[in-house]
Every structure is written in structure tokens, then in C-alpha cells.
């Protein structure tokens, strides 16, 4: 037997289980389109030149998420050292100590920078 077979049928019952929840949402789902339902959501912050009194679109949110997932990514990338620390030995170490210290200095900037603020 093919050891791939294995990871096939599974790729292919994935795929069918996504399908097949599309289909059903399509079918069950109500049609009945109206204004607020295909307007674009801004998070509750209308886009409209006549939004003149909030001011400037805040994007200090979408900066705070996008710093958290660049730093969360790289934190991930720690996993697979963790997995294997036992084998990798002295090298091991130095690189992981390596990889620590080029996130913290990032991170050390960002916040000096007051980029993690919600003020």
C-alpha cells in the first residue's frame, strides 16, 4: 500500500467536508439581501465623507494587530526548537538564544516607540 494514500484520503475528506458545509450554508442560509446586510463594516465607523465628526480613520488598531501577529508568528517559529531541544544540544541553545535576542530588540523598539499603546 502506497504510505500517501493515507494523507489522500484525508486531503479528500477535508476537502469534501468543506464543500459539503458550503453547499448546506447555501442551501439553509435566508437570501433576503437589504441595505445593512451588503454594506461594508468598518468597525462601526461609517467611510462616508459625511463621517466628518470622528475625524481621521483611526488605524492604530490595525497597526497593534499586525505588531502582534508578526511577533506572535516569530514566537512560533520557537515550537519546533522546543520539540527537539534535547538533540540539538549546545548549538541549539546558541541559536535559539540568537533568535530571542533579534525578536527582543524589535520588540524593546516597537514599545519605546509607543507602538503597543491604546492611547
Known amino acids: 500500500m502506497n504510505p500517501y494514500l493515507a494523507l489522500l484520503i484525508m486531503a479528500a475528506v477535508a476537502l469534501l467536508i468543506a464543500i459539503g458545509g458550503l453547499a448546506v450554508s447555501a442551501l439553509i442560509s435566508p437570501n433576503k439581501r437589504n441595505k445593512v446586510k451588503v454594506a461594508n463594516y468598518e468597525c462601526g ?53 540568537l533568535f530571542i535576542a533579534l525578536i527582543t530588540v524589535p520588540f524593546i523598539l516597537e514599545w519605546r516607540r509607543g507602538g503597543l499603546d491604546w492611547d
Open 45 to 97: 465607523i461609517d467611510p462616508t465623507p459625511s463621517n466628518v465628526d470622528h475625524g481621521r480613520f483611526p488605524v492604530k488598531f490595525y497597526l497593534v494587530g499586525m505588531t502582534f501577529i508578526i511577533f506572535d508568528v516569530e514566537v512560533v517559529f520557537l515550537y519546533p526548537w522546543a520539540v527537539s531541544f534535547s538533540r540539538l544540544g549546545m548549538f541549539g541553545l546558541g541559536a535559539a538564544l
